[in-house]
């Protein structure tokens, strides 16, 4: 007689395993990781500043260089210590925009001209999707995450995302208020001051909240599920009791 397989424990799946396989597949880098981690926000900081104290002792030209300099050193860091790329050529292509418009200009203030009018740029876009009902952190969260669009069925899902994307708004309305105001001063030491202030403490809490609205729109999508999950068992319990045998 032939004996059943015994069922596998849950325990004893190999990596190669599908249960494994899942496994790896639900770790999702988070928000942070995905923009290079506090090394990528650290290393953002490292050409403004060099860039700074280059133009107050050495001048315009040196100042420059030196900020591209330090970009390129930072790039290939990144590169030999296989951190993400991406983070990387951004922001050494930021770094020499931003030389450039100080060049073309011959004041050192140009060199943060592009991250003002950036500034606005992404306000204002972020502030459209929530009007257009297609709240930007939710979008990029779940494109990122590969979690779909569903959330935008559900009413409290997006006022929590409406909540986080007009964060972002506030926090991209205060950087372009307060430093456009010191870009007219000619206050290059301050301008580069309240780039780096409003950079990270600001971006802290933006995330903060964004982390909040992801938790809140899940749990939302969770209840939902479960919802209908136990709709779709009464109703088949009904069926079942409806059609079953009158034995």
């Given amino acids: 007689m032939t004996q059943p397989a015994p069922d596998p424990r849950p325990g004893d799946q190999s990596p190669g395993a599908p249960g494994a396989d899942e496994a790896e597949q639900e770790r999702q880098p988070t928000l942070l990781e995905q923009m290079g981690g506090v090394s990528g926000l650290v290393y953002s900081s490292?050409?403004?500043?060099?860039?700074?104290?280059?133009?107050?002792?050495?001048g315009l030209s040196v100042a420059i260089w030196s900020s591209i300099g330090v970009a390129v050193a930072i790039t290939v860091l990144r590169v030999v210590r296989k951190e993400p790329l991406q983070p990387a050529i951004s922001g050494f292509f930021g770094v020499a925009i931003a030389a450039f418009i100080a060049w073309k200009t011959g004041s050192a203030k140009g060199f943060f001209l592009?991250?003002?009018?950036?500034?606005?740029?992404?306000?204002?876009v972020f502030l459209l999707s929530v009007l257009v009902r297609w709240p930007?952190?939710?979008?990029?969260?779940?494109?990122?995450?590969?979690h779909g669009q569903s959330w935008r069925k559900d009413r409290r899902a997006r006022l929590a995302y409406d909540?986080?994307?007009l964060t972002f708004v506030v926090v991209f309305?205060?950087?372009?208020?307060?430093?456009?105001?010191?870009?007219?001063?000619?206050s290059t030491?301050?301008?580069?001051?309240a780039r780096l202030a409003m950079g990270y403490p600001l971006f802290a809490v933006a995330l903060a909240v964004t982390v909040w609205a992801v938790a809140r729109a899940q749990a939302r999508q969770k209840a939902i599920e479960a919802e209908q999950v136990?709709?779709?068992?009464?109703?088949?319990?009904?069926?079942?009791?409806k059609y079953a045998d009158p034995a």
């Fill in 230 to 241: 136990e709709t779709d068992a009464e109703a088949e319990a009904r069926l079942r009791e």
């Fill in 114 to 124: 592009v991250g003002i009018w950036t500034s606005l740029l992404y306000g204002g």
């Fill in 189 to 193: 030491g301050w301008l580069a001051f």
């Fill in 46 to 58: 490292v050409p403004v500043v060099v860039f700074v104290l280059a133009n107050v002792f050495f």
């Fill in 173 to 186: 309305a205060a950087r372009f208020v307060v430093q456009k105001w010191l870009y007219d001063q000619d």
């Fill in 163 to 165: 909540i986080a994307t």
């Fill in 136 to 146: 930007l952190v939710g979008v990029i969260w779940s494109y990122l995450n590969g």
